[in-house]
T-cell receptor, first 113, second 115 residues
Framework: QQQVKQSPQSLIVQKGGISIINCAYE??????FPWYQQFPGKGPALLIA?????SEKKEGRFTISFNKSAKQFSLHIMDSQPGDSATYFC????????????FGTGTQLKVEL | EAGVAQSPRYKIIEKRQSVAFWCNPI?????LYWYQQILGQGPKLLIQ????????DSQLPKDRFSAERLKGVDSTLKIQPAKLEDSAVYLC?????????????FGPGTRLTVT
């Protein structure tokens, strides 16, 4: 019940295109849904996050869409750039559970010129 | 503001040997986490500290893994004896406190190869 499923495993997008990564969760008690970006040789870095009381959050070219009834959330990267090439992890946490993060399996994004 | 520091960055050992990893969190961060990231997978929490106390070590293989944060600042994770399946990146993260554990800051990790 603590699992977070992420797809696709890898994604190739042309420069300027839209990258979409999807995640689904099972535990309806999760109350915080962050996305982390990881470059090779670096640790994950918080990119954007959402709470289940809103359906969408946008920060620059990055948008999270959240569907509480479907228990799904997604990351959209608009106008994808080669510098966005990285591994993206969705995660979920539970306030009552000490705010520990449960991560998805990751999506390796490559943005081609 | 300095980030989370980890050392060493890389370590190669033979199975049954022991190894230790060090982490220094962001100054003032009370909560410290150790994660194991196997190639192609997301980080998996091993242990969580609040100051010098353990909050959660339910996923730490205690027969071979140990961790401490004696003075509530830096921390050490040890594996003894190592197995082939311990090959992974070990990530340390910190947050201001338990209440802001959803905003964690990660170090660069230590890549461990067990041969």
């Amino acid at each position: 019940q603590q699992q977070v499923k992420q797809s696709p495993q890898s994604l190739i997008v042309q420069k300027g295109g839209i990258s979409i990564i999807n995640c689904a969760y099972e535990n309806t008690a999760f109350d915080y849904f962050p996305w982390y970006q990881q470059f090779p040789g670096k640790g994950p870095a918080l990119l954007i996050a959402i709470r289940p009381d809103v359906s969408e959050k946008k920060e620059g070219r990055f948008t999270i869409s959240f569907n509480k009834s479907a228990k799904q959330f997604s990351l959209h990267i608009m106008d994808s750039q080669p510098g966005d090439s990285a591994t993206y992890f969705c995660a979920a946490s539970l306030t009552g559970g000490g705010n520990k993060l449960t991560f998805g399996t990751g999506t390796q994004l490559k943005v081609e010129l | 503001e300095a980030g989370v520091a980890q050392s060493p960055r890389y370590k190669i050992i033979e199975k049954r040997q022991s190894v230790a990893f060090w982490c220094n969190p962001i100054s003032g961060h009370a909560t410290l986490y150790w994660y194991q990231q196997i190639l192609g997978q997301g980080p998996k929490l091993l242990i969580q500290f609040q100051n010098n106390g353990v909050v959660d070590d339910s996923q730490l293989p205690k027969d071979r893994f140990s961790a401490e944060r004696l003075k509530g600042v830096d921390s050490t994770l040890k594996i003894q004896p190592a197995k082939l399946e311990d090959s992974a990146v070990y990530l340390c993260a910190s947050s201001l406190d338990l209440g802001t554990g959803y905003e964690q800051y990660f170090g660069p990790g230590t890549r461990l190869t067990v041969t």
